[in-house]
């Protein structure tokens, strides 16, 4: 069994960044790509940011490009969020998960393990 846990998250005003953590348990980290995902009150969960298993090929939603990072140290077992810029629009519960595949992927059908969130609220 995976287990994903996340950290990092917090109130931040709107301009500030803050960085994510996600650690997980198991010994095939490496072999599967990461994601984040995030969901906002009365939103659907959406696609943030993903990461290949290597580390090579990034993805990010279009609201999101230029202002997040994506990264992750597979001997930490760790894949991290860099967010800069931050807008109240960012505002959710972000979520880390494992993809099916090591390849990225946006779809959350594809994801078979996630965390348990963390708050991310940016004040105006």
């Known amino acids: 069994q995976v287990q994903l846990v996340e950290s990092g998250g917090g109130l931040v005003q709107a301009g500030g960044s803050l960085r994510l953590s996600c650690a997980a348990s198991g010994r095939t980290f490496s072999n599967y790509a990461m994601g984040w995902f995030r969901q906002a009150p009365g939103k659907e969960r959406e696609f943030v940011a993903g990461?290949?298993?290597?580390?090579?090929?990034?993805d990010y939603t279009d609201s999101v490009k230029g202002r997040f990072t994506v990264s992750r140290d597979n001997a930490k077992n760790t894949v991290y969020l860099q967010m800069n810029s931050l807008k109240p629009e960012d505002t959710a519960v972000y979520y880390c998960?494992?993809?099916?595949?090591?390849?990225?992927?946006?779809?959350?059908?594809?994801?078979?393990?996630w965390g348990q969130g963390t708050q991310v609220t940016v004040s105006s």
């Open positions: 998960a494992r993809a099916s595949t090591g390849w990225v992927i946006t779809t959350e059908t594809r994801y078979d393990y």
């Open positions: 990461i290949s298993r290597s580390g090579i090929i990034t």
